[in-house]
């Protein structure tokens, strides 16, 4: 069971893999709000993008983990390859606010330097 919002920032990329709507109705503030273009703002507008998931077949590899108050911050390399910073905001223990950057890694890249 996740606890910590370090947990549920962990939990919330996981549950991205598969799409796991479950995670999202309990631990994702009504109000959340996406800073990034691909998602309307709200918890229901995640959970409809949580439907294209499943189909995408995401993986990933979480590598750093810091944690600041109600911010977390996740450094992961996914399937792509990409690497991605994702940043979360806590309020009352729910996700509120959730950003990335992801940044494309070339493949000759990675064969010297692994994410």
């Known amino acids: 069971m996740v ?3 370090r947990e549920k920032a962990i939990a919330f990329l996981k549950s991205s893999e598969i799409g796991d709507k479950e995670f999202v109705k309990k631990w994702i503030s009504e109000n959340y709000t996406p800073h990034y273009p691909s998602i309307k703002t709200g918890r229901e507008a995640l959970l409809e993008f949580y439907d294209q998931l ?4 995401i993986k990933l590899e979480i590598k750093r983990i810091i944690e600041d108050g109600n911010y977390v911050a996740l450094h992961s390399g996914y399937t792509g390859p990409m690497v991605v910073i994702d940043i979360f905001r806590f309020d009352d223990g729910k996700i509120v606010d959730h950003g990335q950057t992801p940044k494309t890694v070339w493949k000759k890249l990675l064969a010297v330097t692994p994410c």
């Open 3 to 5: 606890k910590t919002n």
């Open 54 to 57: 499943k189909d995408m077949d």
